[in-house]
């Protein structure tokens, strides 16, 4: 009997041995950092452990509804001030401004609150787009912020918010929402205070550091109502707190929430191929208004995945469409597609070349008429008909359009001045010498004559001035002419009169009647404007013309 308990013993000691925690060569514990060894069958592997922001265990029972669960999470210090009252007021006596906005956040919230629970951040945030824009995510502001998170686009871009000619993340509802709380996040550690942090959202984090500034210099008090700011920071955090104060206690302020129920409005769908948006809607079987709501960053009729690589819809729609994509051909998924232009090219040759109406083609690019394309632009084309099939990422995600007015050039001639050469004559209207040499079939350095004909392609404006100056110049040059001759052109009334003259000349020598002597003295006026005339000072009618 005591051989069985010894032996019993020495397998019991071998089992504890093989439990125990392995050491490392400096003889400590291992910590959850350091590599595991490769597992030998029978093992379990070590399980990397990862420290959350959150510092409170959830409770047991689920919250009744949303808003259960958000008064749960508020962590801010309350703010009492006259400002708070009045804004109470403002909200508690538009219940149908309530009603709206609660109505708009409901596809939104829940996905708010749960990414303020995984960092640990205060509920009361999931409450600020109402205040920034009703939880409108097509919102924009006269500064250009956009989105219900209202990101700014240099600031969009510091938090990897994509913004070009295809879509805008500022109003994505995911990428938002990760930016908006990222740069809270940030704000909130820089100053060490969530109003703080709240005024620097509102007003930058460049102002609201020199006002704590200003106010340490003069041995003032540094908290959010202590700084001297604009007044719509300054009622930036008294609007957050009474929307607060409602949805914590709706009956003592005499409101009634909507019901939001505790649970995801939308799921996330991969795509992999492009698709248009009314065939993704028509695919999930919810309506377009609907699917652009959770799908808001699009800014054409067609989804890059590419760039977008998931849509979002109705928790209880995602299936379907996950079934309907299934189905279909993957060639029919898109109509549209991206295409990069190669050079500088008026907006009737890309139509033409992808075989679309000038019209539509503008109307889908935003393009206004008599446009050039410049060179590098990105717009969209029907699918097909020479058109890629696959886009690049590189091309959807820095998609830029960009066009000039197109210039129409007319042939024109205009007069060689005095002096004159090619050279001369291109300069004078900006082209380069070796061109209009060109047109003219001679060379850059050839000399001119005085009144030579030189053809030039100016653009339409610029052709016209130019012949109305080659007309000027050219009359110009013949009273010259002219002039120098001692000739004059006589005018048909001086002509008339001096034919008449004569006779009555004769007349007056001869003694004739008083008749005949009144008659001459018109006539010697017509006569005398039929003289010579004084040659114009040269450049007068040009000057004239030019004005």
Not at 312 to 340: C, E, I
Not at 426 to 453: F, M
Request: hydrophobic share 40%; proline share 6%.
């Amino acid at each position: 009997m005591k051989w069985y308990q010894a032996l019993a013993l020495v397998a019991s000691v071998a089992l504890a041995g093989c439990a125990a925690p392995t050491t490392a060569p400096d003889g400590t514990a291992p910590s959850a950092s350091t590599p595991s060894r490769a597992a030998r069958s029978g093992e379990m592997p070590d399980v990397a452990v990862s420290e959350l922001r959150g510092g409170k265990v959830a409770a047991l029972e689920a919250p009744a509804d949303l808003w259960e669960r958000v008064r749960r999470g508020f962590a801010m210090p309350d703010l009492t001030d006259e400002l708070v009252e009045r804004h109470e007021q403002w909200y508690t006596t538009r219940p149908d401004y309530i009603e709206r906005m609660v109505d708009r956040s409901r596809l939104y919230i829940f996905h708010i609150v749960e990414e303020l629970e995984l960092r640990g951040m205060p509920t009361e945030l999931a409450l600020l787009p109402y205040i920034e824009s009703a939880f409108n995510p097509q919102a924009v502001s006269s500064a250009k912020a956009a989105g219900m998170w209202q990101f700014m686009p240099a600031t969009g871009r510091d938090f990897r918010l994509t913004q070009n000619m295809l879509r805008d993340d500022r109003r994505n509802v995911l990428d938002s929402t990760r930016a908006a709380l990222d740069y809270l996040q940030k704000l909130h550690d820089m100053f060490g205070d969530w109003h703080l942090a709240l005024a620097a959202y509102n007003w930058g984090q460049g102002n609201v550091k020199r006002a704590i500034e200003r106010n340490q210099a003069a041995g003032l008090p540094t908290g959010y109502m202590d700084l001297n700011m604009p007044a719509e920071t300054r009622n930036y955090v008294p609007k957050l707190q009474a929307v607060k104060n409602i949805i914590a206690n709706p009956q003592r302020m005499g409101s009634v929430l909507p019901l939001i129920e505790n649970h995801p409005f939308f799921d996330t769908v991969d795509i992999t191929q492009d698709i248009d948006v009314n065939v993704a809607a028509r695919m999930a079987e919810v309506r377009l208004e609907d699917f652009k709501a959770l799908n808001p960053s699009q800014r054409k009729p067609v989804i890059f995945a590419a760039g977008t690589p998931q849509i979002l819809l109705p928790w209880n729609n995602a299936d379907t469409f996950k079934q309907n994509l299934a189905k279909a051909a993957p060639g029919s998924l898109a109509s549209w597609t991206a295409w990069v232009a190669p050079h500088a090219m008026p907006s009737r040759e890309v139509a033409s070349r992808f075989d679309m109406d000038e019209g539509d083609f503008r109307e889908m690019n935003n393009i206004p008429r008599g446009m050039v394309i410049k060179s590098g632009s990105t717009v969209l084309v029907r699918r097909g008909n020479g058109a890629a099939q696959a886009v690049a990422s590189h091309v959807v995600n820095n998609a830029q359009l960009a066009y000039a007015p197109e210039i129409v050039l007319r042939r024109t001639s205009v007069r060689a001045r005095k002096g004159d050469s090619i050279a001369t004559v291109a300069a004078r209207y900006d082209l380069p010498a070796a061109t209009v040499a060109g047109w003219n079939k001679t060379n850059a350095r050839a000399g001119l004559k005085r009144g030579q004909a030189v053809v030039l392609y100016l653009p339409v404006r610029a052709a016209a001035a130019a012949a109305r100056d080659g007309v000027e110049a050219g009359r110009h040059q013949k009273t010259s002419a002219r002039s120098s001759r001692g000739e004059s052109k006589p005018a048909a009334r001086g002509s008339r009169a001096q034919a008449k003259s004569a006779p009555e000349r004769e007349a007056k020598r001869s003694g004739k009647t008083r008749r005949a002597d009144a008659k001459t003295a018109p006539a010697k006026g017509s006569a005398r404007t039929a003289g010579p005339k004084t040659s114009p000072k040269p450049g007068a009618k040009k000057a004239k013309a030019k004005r």
